[in-house]
């Protein structure tokens, strides 16, 4: 082999191996069922269009319905290399990220894409929630959203005031919208999603918060026969992160790949909550039998002054830290707000 020859076969091995190695497949940890919206519109939304931005380069393998570990496990998976990304909850994990949970607060706005965006913005790198928990935990946000307003739903007592809450076993996913529950009077009860249903079923518990779109998804439907959809207790957060240690090895052109399907999925889902939230709440009542409650006025004002109360305590109870809980509850407040 003449040495041109040989020139040319070396480049074409060292073409062939940078274009290998230039393709990555990402393990993808999700707690959710796969026939969650947030799976369906968000997390399937966001590897296709990650895959389709990237030209091929980017595939995934998605582990659904806590295969890989359950809700609070998820962080971490991302800092021991067992998954790649990860669906990061933290009402979960509120000692990872205390903060994070300002966009579950009861009484801010009910557009779901006014909190994603939020959240969003405040985790990108410069800003306070990335400065405050993403960047020490060793993570990236990619995507941000919400499952839409909490509301109350219940196996039997219909809830129109407040009072009506009393001493109530009510599931939470924890964080404030368990200081929620406790300010309204209920026994809260911190409770992975897959274990409400039999919880339910057994009556362990009373009622739920819950989102209204996600009722049938877990299929509580049949368990739950009262629902109060017009005041909200909060939200929770979705986020679904990458680890740094994974993203500090992928091409520029990789990771402006996951940057951008992270933005459209964070605006595709947010806009999927917002529509779909009327629908599912009329289907729950006109398919499933599940009667409709509503607070009036005077009850709605009421639960806002506990509302205020929690949100008096969420800044409280976390100040001291390095980044301040009011300018964090601040900053949120101001963006969702504008």
């Known amino acids: 082999m003449t040495k041109n020859v040989f020139a040319l076969a070396l480049g074409a091995g060292l073409g062939m191996a940078a274009s290998a190695q230039a393709e990555v497949k990402l393990t993808f940890a999700d707690w959710q069922v796969p026939a969650a919206s947030t799976t369906q ?29 359950k809700g609070a496990e998820m962080l971490r998976l991302l800092q021991t290399g067992v998954a790649d990304i990860a669906h990061v909850s933290p009402a979960y994990i509120t000692d990872k ?30 800003g306070l929630l990335y400065e405050s928990e993403f960047k020490p935990n060793g993570v990236r946000l990619l995507l941000a959203g919400n ?12 809830i129109t005031t407040v009072a009506d809450l009393a001493g109530m076993n009510i599931r939470t996913a924890g964080g404030p919208m368990e200081m929620t529950a406790t300010e309204l ?42 629902m109060t959809p017009n005041l ?28 951008e399907a992270g933005k459209f999925a964070t605006g595709q889902y947010c806009a999927f909550v917002n529509e779909t939230w009327t629908s599912s ?19 709605i004002a009421k639960a806002q002054a506990r ?6 305590q969420w800044v409280e109870g976390l100040k001291g830290r390095p980044i301040s809980s009011q300018d964090v509850y601040d900053d949120f407040v101001k963006r969702v707000s504008q």
């Open 41 to 69: 519109q968000a997390a399937k939304v966001f590897m296709d269009k990650a895959t389709e931005l990237s030209n091929g380069e980017i595939t995934f393998e998605y582990f659904p319905a806590e295969q890989l570990g």
């Open 281 to 299: 709440r009329d289907k729950l009542e006109t398919v499933h039998g599940i009667k409709v409650s509503a607070f009036s006025d005077e009850e």
């Open 147 to 158: 499952l839409g307003p909490y509301s109350i739903l219940t196996t039997e007592k219909p």
């Open 97 to 126: 990220f205390p903060l994070l949970t300002v966009s579950e607060l009861p009484g801010m706005p009910l557009d779901s894409c006014a909190l994603a965006n939020a959240v969003y913005d405040m985790a990108q790198p410069g």
């Open 232 to 259: 909200s207790t909060g939200s929770f957060v979705v986020t679904y992160s990458i680890s740094d240690s994974v993203w500090d090895g992928l091409t520029e052109s990789q990771q402006a790949a996951l940057t």
């Open 307 to 312: 509302f205020d109360v929690v949100n008096e």
């Open 185 to 226: 009077g209920a026994n809260a009860i911190r409770m992975s999603g897959s274990e409400t249903l039999p919880s339910l079923s057994r009556g362990t518990l009373d009622g739920v918060l819950w989102p209204i779109p996600l009722v049938e998804d877990w299929g509580l439907e049949d368990a739950l026969t009262q």
